[in-house]
Nanobody, 114 residues
Framework: QVQLVESGGGLVQAGGSLRLSCAAS????????MGWYRQAPGKQRELVAE???????NYADSVKGRFTISRDNAKSTVYLQMNSLKPEDTAVYYC????????WGQGTRVTVSL
């Protein structure tokens, strides 16, 4: 059974930082690409960042230069460091292993205030 548990969300002022974590189980983490997604109120879920098993990362244009995705294979955990947060980053953030597409975690809510 694949399980993904996100944490680290919260309320932060614009310009602040947060670090999200996602602990994965039920998959061979080290060989799986991982992704962070977000869903803002009234909007579709979108890809924020993804990292391959070899640590190559890609980012949505809206977060390039502000967010950094990383992974710790020993802990089966993927992280999202979010800096210079903007109100438009407000969303519920989810992680996913794209090769196990049907599984989502419960998400962690990020709220960025002015």
């Amino acid at each position: 059974q694949v399980q993904l548990v996100e944490s680290g969300g919260g309320l932060v002022q614009a310009g602040g930082s947060l670090r999200l974590s996602c602990a994965a189980s039920g998959i061979v983490f080290r060989i799986n690409p991982m992704g962070w997604y977000r869903q803002a109120p009234g909007k579709q879920r979108e890809l924020v960042a993804e990292i391959a098993s070899g640590d190559v990362a890609n980012y949505a244009d809206s977060v390039k230069g502000r967010f950094t995705i990383s992974r710790d294979n020993a802990k089966s955990t993927v992280y999202l460091q979010m800096n210079s947060l903007k109100p438009e980053d407000t969303a519920v953030y989810y992680c996913k292993a794209p090769l196990h597409n049907r599984y989502w975690g419960q998400g962690t809510r990020v709220t960025v205030s002015l």
